[in-house]
């Protein structure tokens, strides 16, 4: 069974920083892709960051926000900084079986396989 653990979020005052990491275990495929997501209260899900080889960013965490992976220990992670009230969030990492094609585009929720529970992020101005 897939299971992905995320950790690391946390209540921080504007401009501080953060690193969210998501376990995966039980997944023994070769090929897979991994993306953040957030969801903020009466606001849709949406994507933040993903790592498909190479990574892309929503325009909003663009040179605040980097995401990373360890492929040998399965664990992916955000390291985020300069922090905004704006980013308070859930926060969701994502695991997407195979290989990606176009028609699993990185930011789309349906690309994904498996989900994990959420690390909740707090920004306070």
């Known amino acids: 069974q897939v299971q992905l653990v995320e950790s690391g979020g946390d209540s921080v005052q504007s401009g501080g920083s953060l690193r969210l990491s998501c376990a995966v275990s039980?997944?023994?495929?070769?090929?897979?892709?991994m993306g953040w997501f957030r969801q903020a209260h009466g606001k849709e899900r949406e994507g933040v960051a993903a790592i498909d080889g190479s990574t892309i960013y929503a325009d909003s965490v663009k040179g605040r926000f980097t995401i990373s992976q360890d492929n040998a220990k399965k664990t992916l992670f955000l390291q985020m900084n300069s922090l905004k009230p704006e980013d308070t969030a859930m926060y969701y990492c994502a695991l997407g079986f195979g290989v990606r094609t176009k028609w699993r585009p990185l930011f789309n929720e349906n690309s994904y396989n498996d989900w994990g529970q959420g690390t909740q992020v707090t920004v306070s101005s």
């Open positions: 039980g997944y023994t495929g070769s090929r897979y892709f």
